[in-house]
Each structure stands twice: as structure tokens, then as C-alpha cells.
């Protein structure tokens, strides 16, 4: 029952979602010619309201639907009125296979309803004039149906829907909302759509597709990878079918896609499982041939992006999988400068950088390779336990290069809230390496917001020691 309920609150349209409760409620109380009833009423409003949606959306063939209901409506209770609508209803399954709310076999099953329906209030419509009884199963089939194969659906399919899709992932203020790319392009969709949204997403993530100008074609496929791994969160197999259907074009693509490519989706089984034979070896030896401590032409923005599309790929040294495909990673990642090393890192963190990170820390020979390896340490939080913590926050604490950095103070805090998970012990750690630091010109901590996030958690500081009064000359 829970999950009828959990279907209905996904209704998105708030009065068929009340029509649809009214249906569930009836079902509960045993009354189901009403239950069969309510469902159907639910289905007609529903598929007006969504064929509305598309004309204020301006499609054609949907305004000339609004105008005839319009006309309809005006007409009132009137005997003209009542036959306008009631033609309207006839034609309201076959409007919405037309505007691909629903496709043909989904149509055939709801309008078994209907046929429920009209039995349930016409009487004599059965020969021994009888009330129907449609039972307890079908009408709760029925409302089921109904949820599943239109209630819960935006109303968009096919093309417009993945136009739609498209749309969302170039917009210029594109944000990665995993409930809202969810809820609209996977989860309330039809299975043979949801999976042609699904590769849609591959095909652009693998081979960097047409956006129309819309976005530049690499950054759209950085945004639709991301898409692409969360329907593979709920859809695996969806995810590696389509990979391997999106892998046809990929022998084409030159080098600085495959590695694009590579550094989008190389950390994922269904890539590895779709990648040819042939491709994967050429990606190894793409892979070897990376020069790390190449000096990147061009200007800042060019150069950056650059050098990310290069620590992209090496960041999948983090990955046991990309590892064993492609052995020459590890050595390519160790080539990297200290800075490198932590921005490559804190791109994909991974349980494998955590000694990394701590030997980064005691031995970084700059107050910017420094930062970068405190900011690599907060982005490795989870991957932390006591004894890693106390490794790293000794090293940090022994190394002027990192503790006098300037985003270390704040660093610490964020340190310290991120491994809340290691319980009260941790707070003893950060004392003790509040304690290693030098003090401020004034004789305070130098880390002041640390030392009182750990007061504000019940931690009593030893107080900093009395600076040595300075020598009188006579």
C-alpha cells in the first residue's frame, strides 16, 4: 500500500494528485465503482492538463486542442456543451498517443478504465440491468496503471522530451540536482524512454555530440557524464547498454577526446566492459605518451583547461579498476609536481591518495603546494581513520609550509567538521595538533577558529604560554 501512496505524492500535478487520493481513499473503504471512477477522472484531467501545458508551450496541434475546449467550455451545461465535451473525452486517449503522453499499448490498457468506468455509472449498460462490481483487485489495478503509465509523468515524451533534456544540461545556469534530474528524466519516465534519455547522455559523454551552439561540446559531455552516472545509480545495466551503443563512434574520435573520454567515465565498470579491445589498448598507449610536466601554451583559461583535462585522466589512478586497465597510470601520476599531485587528487578523491596526501603534507616545499595538500586532506575526510587523522595532522603541524598557508585555518575547521563520523577521539587529535603550532604575534593560538570550534565542543585549551618578558638594557 505504502508504495500506491509514495506513486500518488509523485503525481506533479497537485489537483490530479487530489483526484488520485480520492481514487486511494474509495479503495480503502471498499467503495470501488467510486475508486474506478475517480481514477478515470484523474486520467482525463490529467491528459487535458498536460495537452494545455504544451499549448502555453506553443505547440500547434496543442492550441487548436485548447481552442476546442475553450469553445466547449463556453458552452456551458447547455445541451451543446455537455455533447462537445463528451466528444472531447472520446478523443482524449488517442490526443495524448498523438502529443506521446502515452504510447498506443498504454492507451489500450487505460482505457480498459474507461470501459470500467462507463459500466460503473451506466447500469444499463449490462443486459440484466446489474450494478457492476469491478472487485478489489481491478480497481486498484486500475489506479496503478494509471499512476504508472501517465499520472507520474512530466508532459514531454519522445523528442520533446529529450530536446528538453538537452535543454536542462546546457543551460548557463546549470546546477547538478541529483533529486531534480531524477525525478524529471529517469524516475517518472516510461522504461523504453528513460532509457533513450539514458543514451542520450552516453552518447554525448563518450563523444562529445552537437549541442547547436547551445554549449561547447566538451562541457556538455563533462555535465551529461555526471547525468549519466547518476541514472547508472538507479540503472546499471540501462547505463552499460547504452555505453556499449554510444562506443560504434568512438574509434573515430582523436586522441584528446578518447582522453576526454577516458577522464569522464574511465573509473566505471560499463565502460571497460564496452570498450573494445583494439581502443583500450590505444588509450594505454595514449596514457604513456602523457607528458606531465609539460608546460601548457596558450592563455590562462586555455592552459587551465588544459591541465584539468590532463589531471582529469590522472586522477584515475584512484581507481583500483582504472589501474589494472591501464598499469601505466600509477607511474604517470607519480611524475606529477606536488601541486599536481593534490589537484589530481582532490579531483577524485580516493581511499589510494590518502598516503599521498599525508606525505604531501610533511613534505611540501611551498606555502601553495601546502594549501593545496590541506584542501586535498578535507576533500579525503571520509576515506580518514584515527590513526591516518593523527598521521596527517602531524605532518601538517611539522611543516611551515602548510600550516602557514593561508587557507590552512580554515582548512583545519572544515577538517575538523568532516570527520565528525570519528567521534569524540578526534577532538583530543586536534587539540594536541592546535597545540604543535607556533603562536600568534600576540601570544594567542594562531589557529583561533579552531581553537574555538574544539571549546565550543567541550575541549579545555591549555592556555598558550607566557611570552618571555624582553631584556632591559642599562
Keep these: 500500500m505504502r508504495d500506491v501512496e509514495m506513486m500518488i505524492d509523485q503525481v506533479p500535478d497537485s489537483q490530479v494528485r487530489l483526484l488520485a487520493q480520492d481514487a486511494w481513499r474509495c479503495y480503502q473503504a471498499g467503495v470501488h465503482r467510486s475508486a474506478v471512477t475517480a481514477t478515470w477522472t484523474a486520467v482525463i484531467t490529467d491528459i ?9 508551450e506553443d505547440d500547434p496541434g496543442a492550441r487548436r486542442f485548447r481552442d ?115 525525478a524529471n528524466f529517469h524516475d517518472r519516465l516510461r522504461g523504453r524512454t528513460r532509457r533513450q534519455i539514458i543514451e542520450v547522455a552516453a552518447k554525448h559523454a563518450l563523444c562529445e555530440g552537437a549541442t547547436d551552439g547551445r554549449l561547447p561540446e566538451d562541457e556538455c559531455a563533462d555535465r551529461m557524464a555526471k547525468a549519466l552516472l547518476l541514472f547508472a545509480s538507479r540503472d546499471r545495466e540501462s547505463a552499460r547498454a547504452a555505453t556499449a551503443k554510444g562506443m560504434g563512434k568512438f574509434a573515430g574520435l582523436d586522441a584528446e577526446q578518447k582522453l576526454r573520454a577516458l577522464g569522464r567515465l574511465g573509473d566505471q565498470d560499463f565502460f571497460w566492459d564496452s570498450l573494445p579491445a583494439d581502443q583500450h589498448d590505444h588509450l594505454k598507449a595514449l596514457v604513456a605518451d602523457l607528458d606531465v610536466n609539460k608546460r601548457l601554451p596558450g592563455n590562462f583559461a586555455d592552459a587551465w583547461k588544459g ?37 589530481a587528487a582532490s579531483d577524485r578523491p ?37 590513526d591516518s587523522l593523527h598521521a596527517a ?11 602557514y598557508s593561508h587557507p590552512m585555518p580554515n582548512a583545519a ?62
Design 48 to 56: 487535458v492538463a498536460k495537452i494545455v501545458w504544451l499549448a502555453e
Design 68 to 182: 476546442q475546449l475553450r469553445q466547449a467550455q463556453q458552452q456551458g451545461l447547455d445541451g451543446s456543451g455537455i455533447s462537445a465535451m463528451q466528444g472531447i473525452e472520446k478523443t482524449l486517449l488517442d490526443k495524448a498517443v498523438e502529443f506521446e503522453l502515452l504510447d498506443k499499448v498504454g492507451a489500450r490498457m487505460l482505457n480498459r478504465i474507461r470501459e470500467d468506468r462507463n459500466l460503473c455509472v451506466h447500469t444499463s449498460l449490462n443486459n440484466d440491468n446489474a450494478v457492476h462490481d469491478p472487485g478489489e483487485e481491478t480497481a486498484r489495478a486500475h489506479l496503478v496503471t494509471a499512476l504508472t503509465l501517465l499520472l507520474t509523468h512530466p508532459p514531454l515524451g519522445g523528442n520533446r522530451l529529450f530536446d528538453r533534456f538537452i535543454d536542462h544540461v546546457c543551460d548557463a545556469r546549470f546546477v547538478l540536482s541529483e533529486a531534480h534530474l531524477l
Design 307 to 343: 591541465l584539468s583535462a590532463l589531471l582529469r585522466v590522472l586522477s584515475l589512478t584512484g581507481s583500483d579498476q582504472a589501474r589494472a586497465r591501464l598499469p601505466e597510470l600509477e607511474n604517470q601520476f607519480n611524475e606529477l609536481p606536488q601541486d599536481r599531485k593534490m589537484l
Design 350 to 386: 580516493a581511499h589510494h591518495f590518502v598516503q599521498v596526501v599525508v606525505s604531501t603534507l610533511k613534505k611540501a616545499r611551498s606555502f601553495s603546494t601546502g594549501g593545496f595538500a590541506g584542501q586535498a586532506l578535507v576533500r579525503h575526510a571520509r576515506f580518514l581513520d584515527l
Design 393 to 403: 595532522l602531524r605532518a601538517w603541524g611539522g611543516n611551515c609550509e602548510c600550516y
Design 413 to 474: 575547521v572544515e577538517l575538523f567538521h568532516a570527520t565528525k563520523r570519528l567521534g569524540h577521539e578526534r577532538i583530543t587529535l586536534f587539540g594536541e595538533f592546535l597545540t604543535m603550532l607556533p603562536l600568534d604575534d600576540d601570544g594567542s593560538y594562531y589557529y583561533a577558529a579552531l581553537a574555538e570550534t574544539l571549546q565550543a565542543e567541550g575541549y579545555t585549551l591549555p592556555e598558550p604560554p607566557a611570552a618571555e618578558p624582553e631584556e632591559v638594557t642599562a
